[in-house]
């Protein structure tokens, strides 16, 4: 009775941590864990942890496939900077700094208008990104 009380006792404080995430905090607690993990793991292939640590790593990347857009669905400007307000939890009132006014938000996010080069100036020192990740290299989605 003694020892199934302890396995319980074990397994509350780590069931938490073996569920998959269901939400961005939830992420956010794995990804923490798993490098604290990482860091008491070090280099040793056969630490007593490491079986726990792929099974975070394993929901992490599972919730990140579900959730986030893949590199290869960034096709256009439009698409990445649509991404990056959902990351930063901007609204297209955010960018009239960078568009002007909100419907030329709107129109440059619904692919209606094309970036000027200085607004590929402003959203690469917005966001910290290369001009390069916001200027379409397909002749029909180029730069004006």
Known sequence: MLEAKK???????VAPWLKPPTNDAELNQLINLSLELAD?????????????????????ADYENMHLPQLSELT????????????????QKDLVDIFGNQGNVSKF???HRQL?????????????????????????????
């Open 76 to 91: 256009t400007p439009n698409k990445l900077v649509q991404f990056l307000m959902t990351e930063y939890n901007l609204k």
């Open 116 to 144: 000027t080069l200085e607004q590929v100036a402003k959203l690469s020192k917005r966001f910290n990104l290369s001009a390069d990740a916001f200027i379409s290299w397909d002749n029909s989605d180029s730069v004006h």
């Open 7 to 13: 396995t319980q006792q074990a397994l509350s404080v």
């Open 109 to 111: 996010l619904n692919g």
């Open 40 to 60: 008491l793991i070090g280099d040793n292939t056969q630490h007593e942890y490491s079986p726990i640590l792929e099974i975070i790593e394993q929901h992490i």
